[in-house]
């Protein structure tokens, strides 16, 4: 083959489009939320922090899975199936319906799946007044 401007042109366009393809392959591909996931929760009055894990799958656009986290009082750890999961893109929301001493307390999860993090927000009602914290899970990558 002869090297000409036009040949040299076609290599560095085609070389340039699998530049661009490359570096944007993170952003195209939906980040994965199935797996293991934890994070820690500050205690009362600056007791022991509590871990929670969150166990997921995906089915199509379903997010199913189930929260663990420690009991009341040092009690045995309560394990709870997340309702109503959503995953679209790298966005997930879902809830989780408890119930103590007969009344029953939802609190709304949402969050954003990047690499082995998501950040999001808890939403609860108690009395009629909607509170909200952040949080953050990592993924425990020994136990996707």
Known sequence: MQITP???????????????????????????????????TPGRDGG???????????????LLG???SPGR?????????????KVKGDEISFAVVREWNGNKFTMKYSGKVSADVIKGKIE?????????????AKRD???K
């Open 48 to 62: 022991e922090a509590r871990k929670s894990t969150l166990k997921l799958k995906v089915e199509g656009t379903k």
């Open 66 to 68: 189930t929260i663990t």
């Open 124 to 136: 609860s009602e108690r009395d009629g007044n909607v509170r909200s914290r952040e949080w953050e």
């Open 6 to 40: 036009r040949n040299v042109m076609s290599a560095l366009r085609v070389s340039l489009c699998a530049v661009v393809f490359l570096g944007l392959m993170p952003v195209l591909q939906a980040a994965d939320p199935v797996g293991t996931w934890t994070w820690s």
């Open 141 to 143: 990558v020994t136990k």
């Open 73 to 85: 009082q040092g009690g045995d750890p309560m394990v709870t199936e997340i309702s109503d999961g």
